[in-house]
């Protein structure tokens, strides 16, 4: 039976359930409970704290385990990540207060307050910068203002909480973060019922980036639409009753659709449908 750790709460927690149960797994919760065994697959889900999987699934308590990548690798647990899943995007970064001038490279002798404090202290000794870390478990944003922090780092999404804190990002990312899965053997994935659920997961998050385009072109514009519309190997092109006129139907990445569609429409294709992919194999 494979064992697989995923988060308890939050957004990482309904997302992974919901892209569990789009790839034919069982693991929806009725309540609160903390293990779901899915017979059919003979997997059995144990619902964790986001910030502790790593550290069980280097244990080799589980085969696997689903988290955010900034939480496994400040974990500093012997993990390897096998499969982003595109859901969770954040970025870690620093600030400061508005009204300094400093870059992380000028943090010598600061203290810097964060919740990630193995991520800060990679950062800092790859930069050969020496700082007091803060370590807090949350309302990082706060630190300077009540003044137990010069700096700080922290996830970052859309930015708001940093802006209304009076700081200001500095500096490149330190890391691009996403929710992840991750295994303490990186062959993990020569096992078959590991190897299914990666298949299966991939295949969704691949299916989320994608649509079917379908339209009918007129037969002389037909290699400028394909060229617009060339599928994973190339589109599927069928004849139509009206001599005059072809089918097409190809895979398409969803970004840019409509700009895609005003480009065939331009070319005199009629009939134009999008629809979405629930899941793919490419």
């Known amino acids: ?70 939480l496994f690798l400040d974990s500093e647990s012997d993990v390897h990540e096998l499969l982003p899943l595109g859901f969770g995007g954040s ?16 943090f010598h002798d600061l203290r810097i307050a964060t919740s990630y404090p193995n991520l800060v202290k990679q950062d800092m000794a790859r930069r050969g910068v020496k700082v007091s870390i803060v370590r807090l478990d949350g309302a990082v944003e706060v630190s300077v203002r009540l003044g137990v922090a010069d700096a700080i780092a922290d996830v970052v999404s859309s930015g708001r909480t940093i802006v209304e804190a009076g700081l200001k990002i500095v500096g490149e990312p330190i890391l691009k973060s ?18 299914t659920f990666l298949d299966r997961l991939q295949g969704i998050v691949v299916a989320r980036d994608y649509v079917m385009i379908e339209y009918d072109i007129p037969k002389t ?5 394909c060229r617009l519309t060339p ?21 398409t990445r969803r ?28």
């Open 1 to 70: 039976m494979l064992r697989i750790a995923i988060p308890n709460k939050g957004s990482l927690s309904d997302k992974a359930v919901t892209l569990i149960d789009a790839a034919g797994y069982s693991c929806l919760r009725g309540g609160r409970e903390l293990i779901m065994t899915d017979t059919e697959n003979d997997i059995e889900f144990v619902f964790l704290r986001p910030r502790d999987i790593a550290v069980y699934v280097s244990d080799g308590i589980f085969d696997l385990g689903i988290t955010g990548r900034d």
């Open 91 to 106: 970025t870690f970064r620093y600030a400061i207060p508005r009204d300094k001038d400093l870059g992380p490279d000028d």
């Open 178 to 195: 996403e929710a992840v899965v991750i295994s303490h053997n990186p062959a993990a994935a020569e096992n078959p019922a590991v190897k």
């Open 221 to 225: 514009v037909l290699e400028q639409a």
């Open 231 to 251: 599928g994973i190997e190339s589109p599927t092109v069928s004849p139509l009753t009206d001599a005059a006129w072809m089918a097409v139907k190809a895979m």
């Open 255 to 282: 970004k840019g659709i409509n700009s895609l569609m005003d480009q065939l429409a331009g070319l005199g294709a009629k009939g134009i449908l999008v629809t979405d992919i629930r899941t793919c194999r490419i």
